[in-house]
């Protein structure tokens, strides 16, 4: 278990990420996180979950509409 203690920077308040998590979550400084609430509580994650929902969308209609995208690609 790794402890993150929550501290001043500049006026406002922010937590500083062990380099083990950051390399963890294979982020750099200047990189977005997103906070999502989850029934454990509030997981921080890279990956933007609209975008992935977008995607998973644009997959299931390239899947049920091959045939017609590759006509139109002609």
């Known amino acids: 278990m790794t402890t993150i203690k929550v501290t001043t920077v500049g006026n ?8 083990e998590i950051l390399q963890h979550l294979r982020i750099s400084k200047g990189d977005v996180l997103y906070a999502i609430e989850t029934p454990n509580g509030i997981e921080l994650t890279p990956y ?5 929902a977008q995607m998973d969308a644009a997959e299931k209609i390239m899947r049920d509409d091959r045939d017609v995208l590759k006509k139109l690609a002609e």
């Open 12 to 19: 406002s308040t922010g937590v500083v990420l062990p380099k």
């Open 48 to 52: 933007n979950p609209e975008f992935s």
